[in-house]
């Protein structure tokens, strides 16, 4: 059974801070990682995919990906408000079949 | 502008009543999925197609059905055997590999 971790928090940052979101997966087949964010009562929209060893950003977000480790992150520099929300990781592995992690739920405190 | 279209928004099924919940993308994907989320849980696979009058179980498909007539539609059927069908359900779809998802406006279904 593949799965996802991730810590469900509550994750609580001060606004302006610096938020780190982990999430490990098991299968090490896995190719394409994914974090999307979802606020309550919607659904889930795409912040970042990232396929390669190492970082990508994106403003002010950046993935992290080391697959030796099984492990992806997500950091969000100048944590907002409006940042507050379940963040979902997801795992591929080039079969078009999908895991999601259980989310974790980020809260940034004005 | 393209994108994937759920309907109803809300639903409510009486005992012993099918209910389908519609799902159509004009994103010319290939690949269609049906999620079931529960409060404060992660997304769960139902069913998901590949290519028309194509369909996989997923983790949880007992109590639903599907269907894949047209490329552009991707209907779930909750049927009356699945007894705690309450949750929100999320559409999406997948372009070319190694693409990401990308996800309908969900449907809330509750029981009457």
């Known amino acids: 059974q593949k799965e996802v971790e991730q810590n469900s928090g509550p994750l609580s940052v001060p606004e302006g801070a610096i938020a780190s979101l982990n999430c490990t997966y098991s299968d090490r087949g896995s190719q394409s990682f994914f974090w999307y964010r979802q606020y309550s009562g919607k659904s889930p929209e795409l912040i970042m995919f990232?396929?390669?060893?190492g970082d990508k950003e994106d403003g002010r977000f950046t993935a992290q990906l080391n697959k030796a480790s099984q492990y992806v992150s997500l950091l969000i520099r100048d944590s907002q408000p409006s940042d507050s929300a379940t963040y979902l990781c997801?795992?591929?592995?080039?079969?078009?079949?999908?895991?999601f992690g259980p989310g974790t739920r980020l809260s940034v405190l004005p | 502008d393209g994108g994937i279209t759920q309907s109803p928004k809300y639903l409510f099924r009486k005992e012993g009543q099918n209910v389908t919940l519609s799902c159509e993308q004009n994103?010319?994907?290939?690949?269609m999925y049906w999620y079931r989320q529960d409060p404060g849980q992660g997304l769960r696979l139902i069913y998901y197609?590949?290519?028309?009058?194509?369909?996989q179980k997923g983790d949880i498909a007992e109590g639903y059905s599907v269907s894949r007539e047209k490329k552009e539609s991707f209907p779930l059927t909750v049927t009356s055997a699945q007894k705690n069908p309450t949750a929100f359900y999320l559409c999406?779809?997948?372009?070319?590999?190694?693409?990401?998802?990308?996800f309908g406006d969900g449907t809330r279904l509750s029981i009457l």
């Open positions: 999406a779809s997948t372009g070319q590999e190694p693409g990401p998802q990308h």
């Open positions: 997801a795992v591929n592995d080039y079969g078009q079949n999908f895991v």
């Open positions: 197609s590949q290519i028309v009058n194509d369909f």
């Open positions: 990232i396929y390669s060893n």
């Open positions: 994103l010319n994907h290939d690949a």
